[in-house]
């Protein structure tokens, strides 16, 4: 099993920015595709972005491409969200997830029901 420490949320003014990461217990973190998620009071949890095994495809929702930086340090069993330009719909708890790959280099999840694994959430507020 695959467990998921988030950190690094905060209260940011728009157009900040704040690093987040996530910390992945040891062990099977190299064969799982990693996503973040993000979810506002009273909405649906949404894709944030998605990077696969190897870390060299990384993937984005179009509400955050440009502005948002997905990385993953499999020696470390990390990965990171870099955000800037925060606006204050960018406010919401951040969720680390992760999605079994079946070994695929290529796969890279987009869904919440791709994601086996979740981290307890980070909170990001931006303020205008």
């Known amino acids: 099993q695959l467990q998921l420490v988030e950190s690094g949320g905060g209260l940011v003014q728009a157009g900040g920015s704040l690093k987040l990461s996530c910390a992945a217990s040891?062990?099977?973190?190299?064969?799982?595709?990693m996503g973040w998620f993000r979810q506002a009071p009273g909405k649906q949890r949404e894709f944030v972005a998605s990077?696969?095994?190897?870390?060299?495809?990384?993937y984005y929702s179009a509400l955050v491409k440009g502005r948002f930086t997905i990385s993953r340090d499999n020696a470390r069993n990390m990965v990171y969200l870099e955000t800037s330009s925060l606006k204050p719909e960018d406010t919401g708890i951040y969720y680390c997830?992760?999605?079994?790959?079946?070994?695929?280099?290529?796969?890279?999840?987009?869904?919440?029901?791709?994601?086996?694994?979740w981290g307890q959430g980070t909170q990001v507020t931006v303020s205008s």
């Open positions: 997830a992760a999605a079994p790959t079946g070994g695929s280099d290529y796969y890279i999840g987009r869904s919440v029901h791709e994601h086996e694994y």
């Open positions: 040891a062990g099977t973190f190299g064969s799982y595709a």
């Open positions: 990077i696969n095994l190897s870390g060299n495809r990384p």
